[in-house]
């Protein structure tokens, strides 16, 4: 389900870096500080993939570097990479057109080693589109990958914005991670919640306060409605009541 974001501060971004070259550039970076602090506010409060990543998007937008843009996660079952956002839905089929062709002559991969963007080359001569890649990666982990066009026109203080770019990947990326982190752990306890320590020698299961109880206390008190009978199995009935000597 797709979380919807909506905020002031991608503006901010864009009014920010609009007029860094004027006199008045302390207020404008403070404007910058203050939206860079509301932009990990509002990853904090996403509770999935989807929502982290529309957040992102809406401030990579304050930018204003790219007109169409997309974000590829890896998947950690075959580490395959997968597009999971985009800006402009029309774009898919060229952005991942981008993607394949910067696989083929190995930028792709070269984005993956940095921690900057990495710029394209058009796929074809005459192309008006020019590529960004930047990978979305920690210190030793690679959560994916995003590719922006590049607008027709140079943005306002371009240096700083992709400086800005990297910031926001790379906040993106350590939520992205966390949450990777947090749902392995919940599942990991949800696993361990289902386990009942059972001794192997008698057969009494250890309750929630750490102590031993009967087989039989357990399932009474944990199960509602659930009462005991006991009988004999036909193995323990041969074990234990059968002549074991003819003779006798």
């Known amino acids: 389900m797709k979380e919807k974001f909506d905020s002031v501060y991608p503006d901010f971004l864009r009014t920010g870096l609009g007029k860094l070259n004027q006199l008045d550039a302390r207020r404008e970076l403070l404007g910058l500080f203050s939206a860079l602090e509301h932009f990990r506010r509002d990853l904090h409060h996403c509770e999935t993939n989807n929502g982290i990543l529309e957040v992102t998007k809406w401030y990579i937008s304050g930018l204003n570097l790219f007109h169409s843009a997309g974000f590829w996660l890896v998947d950690q079952k075959d580490f395959s990479f997968e597009l999971k956002a985009i800006t402009i839905e029309d774009d898919r089929e060229l952005l991942q057109k981008t993607i394949d062709h910067s696989i083929k002559n190995g930028r792709f991969a070269f984005a993956l080693r940095q921690s900057a963007p990495v710029f394209l080359q058009p796929i074809e001569p005459g192309d008006p589109n020019r590529g960004v890649l930047h990978a979305l990666s920690l210190s030793s982990q690679v959560v994916g990958m995003f590719c922006g066009l590049l607008q027709k026109e140079m943005a306002p203080n371009q240096e700083v914005a992709f400086s800005l770019l990297s910031l926001l990947l790379g906040e993106g990326a350590d939520a992205l991670a966390t949450l990777h982190r947090t749902e392995q752990l919940t599942t990991q306890v949800e696993t361990l919640s289902r386990l009942l320590p059972l001794c192997s020698w008698c057969k009494k299961f250890r309750n929630d306060d750490g102590y031993w109880q009967q087989i039989e206390e357990y399932i009474s008190s944990n ?21 074991p000597d003819p003779k006798a």
């Open 223 to 243: 199960s509602s409605g659930t009462a005991i009978t006991h009988g004999i199995c036909p193995e323990c009935e041969e074990k234990f009541f059968s002549n």
